[in-house]
């Protein structure tokens, strides 16, 4: 019988993350798969260690350095740590989203700039906001469920935020304003959309559930549909929640990729459990 591991973190407190787990493990157990739910600490990578491995195993999380040790040891691993690593990094991921050519916001790399160091007397800053204007958004690389994205709408609050950034990867990106407070989240699986929903909010410019956004079921068109197919192809996510924004006259934008979204809001939205056909997917590729 085939056998998986569904990983989770087992530092983190919130129940979604066990509960994102219990969902794809209920979809292979569906499927007749022997499933064992693992925190990410519950393998230890002894390097030196032969270890009696599953037939795949599904990274639910940011632990890339697990899903390359699991690699190395010959065990399928989806997503790929490599597109997990990719996208777990907005920096990362927009290099190569604009690399494709794809229709996002106007986004500059920010410069490493060490801890101790500064390069606020360079001229460097007062470019960039004469380049995307106010107000703008700074992103932290690495942050998840809208956090860690901050809309900046006076240059105090900008030199205050880049001042507090040393040390951090992040990028500067343009503000959508008519995309404020709404937003898409289309699932994909093996390069077909399997969910979508519109998120809005109005207290917030993000659009988040996590921060208090509400959702319902849309219907997409047939530009969000190939622009949010294109932007998992981009990163090689098998599978990806894409978020799309709403440019000028609704002009689909890719906000980001997630290589680990999660599946429990699109369900209660949609009705549609986006593990089983992760699952089906997976079984597809093994055979």
Known sequence: MTSCWVIYNGSLVSDKFADQARL???AAE?????VKIMKNYETVMDLSVTFSIPDFAILLDKDILLGYFLKSRGVPVYNDPSVIDLCDNKATQYVQLAAKGLPMPRTIVAPKVYPNFSILDSGYFEGVIDRLGLPM????GHGSFGMKVYLIETEEQF???VDSLRGIDY?????IASSRGRDIRVNIVGGQIVAAMYRHSETDFRANITNGGVASPIELTESQRELAL???EAVGAT???VDLLFGENDQPLVCEVNAAAHIRNILNVTGVNVADAMIAYIREDLA
């Open 171 to 175: 990028v500067f990106q343009e503000f």
């Open 230 to 232: 294109s932007a998992a």
């Open 137 to 140: 958004v700074i992103k932290e």
């Open 30 to 34: 569906r499927a007749g798969i022997t």
């Open 24 to 26: 794809v493990a209920e």
């Open 239 to 241: 599978f990806a929640g």
């Open 159 to 161: 030199y205050e935020k």
